[in-house]
């Protein structure tokens, strides 16, 4: 990408999405490249990468029906101030309401009053305040509610096992047999949330594979303890759960057993319209797809999460969203990802591999500043 761009030396860059296929090293590759652009070439990017955004834009614009709102701010302290926005006129649209009911309710009562009393003067009053309230309430000017491209939640059926993972120093393997890392002595435990970082090719994807193969068929791996209570919520880049041909009314209702109307009515919530409902799953954009993906974890109710890229075709809301539900269920996970914001709200652990090594580290940002200086 960065290649491609260059050669063509813009007037104005345009970019759509330029992260979702790129790993960290290459994301700030971009982001350096990026900043070291001259301040008169102007660049337009969309992205759900909130990290990314705030490390290269210096304004953001949000899209709205009715008005959209510009700020000369990077994203996250753009939204900060959206939402300072947003509040205030939420607060001004109560007040203006309360007070356009405070004018019907004294219209109505010297209204009452002006016909016992035949006062043409009440009358003309009640006839004012009613025109007051009338131009309050034409006036007023709702909170905007964003419109949902469908919820996301979660569930957690809990355990009572302390330790749901065991590993003994497996050794993490590419198929043909070639070493990439080996654990060490690890617990993976209720209410871990683990996230794997590493760069690209050091067996993240493997080492989920692998846990996830022990937890299907305990005793395959003999150095991944499971415990037997433990039920799996996986879910892969590709979102291969779902499949692709068939359709996620007949996915969701034959899987579950849960019958067509009941069907209907969770895929609608997660985002699936009516008429999507009943075609192949492969005509469901990325982001439905990865809606109807959560909604099975949902249905399989695990007490443990594996997930690899889970943030990859979520919107922002719908990122934030996985955030909260992982962190209300109190969900215990490992998972792989690029998002450096999921992985700053989500983790409570973090394993870093290297040089053949999985180690512990107390926090990711050592790691995001070596591939960052890496990359300069």
């Known amino acids: 990408l960065i290649s491609r761009v260059w050669v063509t030396d813009p ?62 701010l990077p994203y996250s302290r753009a939204r900060q101030a959206l939402d300072e926005v947003d509040a205030s006129t939420a607060r001004r649209f109560e007040r203006d309401m309360k007070v356009a009911q405070q004018l019907r309710r004294q219209a109505a009562k010297l209204n009452n009053i002006g016909i016992n009393s035949g006062s043409d003067l009440l009358t003309v009053k009640t006839k004012q305040l009613r025109e007051r309230a009338e131009r309050l309430e034409d006036a007023a000017v709702a909170a905007h509610r964003e419109r ?21 120093d497996p050794a993490v393997e590419t198929p043909d047999g070639t070493l990439l890392f080996r654990t060490g002595k690890r617990h993976i435990c209720q209410g871990d949330r683990i996230v794997l970082l590493g760069r690209n090719g050091v067996g993240k994807s493997r080492f989920i594979a692998m846990i996830r193969a022990a937890i299907a068929e305990p005793g395959s791996e003999e150095s991944v303890k499971v415990t037997p209570s433990t039920v799996l919520g996986y879910s892969d880049q590709a ?9 996620p009314l007949a996915m969701v209702s034959r899987r579950f057993e849960i019958g067509e109307q009941r069907a209907h009515s969770l895929l609608a919530g997660a985002g699936v319209a009516i008429e999507m409902q009943e075609k192949r799953i492969a005509a469901l954009s990325g982001g439905q797809r990865s809606r109807l993906m959560l909604l099975v974890l949902r249905l399989l109710n695990p007490n443990f999460y594996l997930l690899d890229e889970p943030t990859n075709h979520l919107d922002i809301d719908g990122q934030e969203a996985l955030e909260d539900e992982l962190l209300k269920h109190q969900a215990s996970c490992l998972l792989a990802s690029h998002d450096r914001s999921f992985i700053r709200a989500i983790g409570n652990r973090f394993w870093l591999i290297e040089k053949r090594r999985l180690t512990e580290v107390d926090s990711p940002e050592g790691f995001f500043r070596s591939v960052a200086a890496t990359e300069r």
Do not use: Y
């Open 11 to 72: 007037d104005v860059l345009l970019l759509d999405e330029p992260t979702n296929h790129l790993d960290l090293a290459r994301i700030s590759q971009l982001e350096t490249w990026l900043n070291a652009l001259p301040r008169d070439v102007p660049v337009i990017i969309a992205s759900h990468d909130r990290a990314f955004l705030d490390t290269t834009t210096n304004r953001t614009l949000f899209l709205r029906p009715e008005e959209s709102p510009v700020f000369s």
């Open 148 to 168: 949902s491209a469908g919820a996301i939640r979660l569930a957690n059926r809990g355990t009572h096992a302390k330790v749901l993972i065991t590993l003994d």
């Open 239 to 247: 979102l291969s759960g779902i499949g692709a041909d068939a359709t």
